[in-house]
């Protein structure tokens, strides 16, 4: 992970700055077929989009549904692996964005001691889900992420789409 003592002093101050932030819903882009973890800032309309693979939009879909599964899965064992270390995860925090990739940290606590490591945010967001703990994005990232538009909309109209889908746009992510 970067030290702030890396970074020039406003990038560093954003990156500093944590938002926490909730699942707002998983959907698929109507224009890629791909899908989207929607996260949404809890103090305002923010919205943090990132397209993620169909396996890990899977194993978030799966907890967010609390469906069961026959054996468990990899962020299951994730899980199963940091308990049986005596570990907790914290937190994990949707970190960077460097060339439209998101970079996230998982944020962990060993024996009085914290680790980090370094993440896909779809991970993170699937280990956050099943350790019940905040998810955060970095105001450094939700400032630029503004910027990025996927398809024919630029950032500004992805936004305002995204700040007004319902429910029923969102739905249940089905496999």
Not at 39 to 54: E, F, M, R, Y
Not at 59 to 87: S, Y
Not at 125 to 132: E, P
Request: net charge negative.
């Amino acid at each position: 992970m970067k030290t702030a003592s890396k970074r020039s002093g406003a990038k560093a101050a954003a990156a500093s700055v944590e938002v926490e932030m909730q699942i707002r819903g998983l959907m698929l882009d109507p224009l890629t077929n791909m899908p989207i973890v929607v996260l949404k800032d809890v103090a305002s309309d923010t919205v943090l989009p990132i397209w993620v693979g169909i396996f890990e939009a899977n194993a978030i879909a799966l907890e967010l549904e609390k469906a069961a599964t026959p054996r468990p899965m990899t962020h299951d064992l994730m899980r199963d692996l940091a308990r049986g270390l005596n570990a907790t995860v914290r937190k994990v925090v949707v970190s960077e964005i460097r060339d439209d990739t998101y970079f996230a940290v998982i944020w962990m606590e060993q024996e009085g001691e914290t680790v980090t490591l370094d993440a896909r945010p779809s991970d993170a967001i699937a280990l956050a889900l099943r350790w019940d703990c905040p998810i955060y994005a970095s105001r450094y990232v939700l400032d630029n992420a503004r910027q990025i538009g996927e398809g024919p909309q630029n950032g500004e109209e992805m936004k305002v789409w995204l700040e007004n889908l319902n429910d029923d746009d969102l739905g249940r992510y089905k496999m």
